[in-house]
């Protein structure tokens, strides 16, 4: 008998041990939301410009992606969010329909400062024939994703009292 995969959504999850580099990039996405540009900037997307503990982060991210796979990821854009006591993301993908060929393949998101048990990722995919299947994780510190970009991805309302901050990175195969 012959076995042939024809299609397959696989996401990852783990954590990354920093020692440093939350504080750096805490700091990175705070000031980008004081320095923020009200114009063109999409629901709570705050630039994150390069620094050593972001490169670090996506680079062991990365590597634990390609332990499975033979394939290596680049990253094509950065940004942070900040979620407030009782704010939730918006419900996004992140692939271009307009431009499939050239679109990201994966999104990183990685728990910068988040208050325990105060808000979920949520992971809206379709399984062949069955659509809209949901996948719930509760965010924790120094904990990354990666999720294919056909997936519908949300961030849970913030039920805790501090502001929780993520990292979220695009990527594509090279």
């Known amino acids: 008998m012959l076995k042939k995969v024809l299609s397959q959504l696989v996401s990852y999850c783990g954590e990354i041990e920093c020692k440093h580099e939350p504080l750096e990039l805490v700091f990175k996405i705070y000031e980008s939301y004081i320095k923020k540009d009200f114009i063109n900037k999409e629901h709570l997307d705050y630039k994150v ?17 390609t332990l499975d796979t033979k394939q290596t990821l680049i990253s094509t854009s950065r940004f942070g969010n900040l979620f407030l006591p009782g704010e939730s993301g918006l419900t996004r993908d992140y692939l271009d329909y307009g431009d499939l060929r050239n679109s990201n393949d994966y ?5 910068v400062d988040v208050e325990e048990n105060s808000c ?7 399984n ?6 949901v996948w719930n ?3 924790k510190n120094k904990m990354f994703w990666i999720i294919p970009t056909t997936s519908k ?13 993520l990292f979220t990175t695009t990527m594509q195969y090279v």
């Open 153 to 165: 991805i949300t961030i849970t309302k913030n039920k805790g009292n501090q502001i929780n901050c």
């Open 128 to 133: 062949g024939r069955r659509p809209q299947n």
């Open 107 to 111: 999104v990183l998101i990685y728990a």
């Open 49 to 65: 410009y390069n620094c050593e503990a972001l490169e670090r982060v996506t680079e062991e991210a990365s590597k634990k992606h």
């Open 137 to 139: 994780y509760p965010i």
């Open 120 to 126: 979920n990722i949520r992971v809206e995919y379709d």
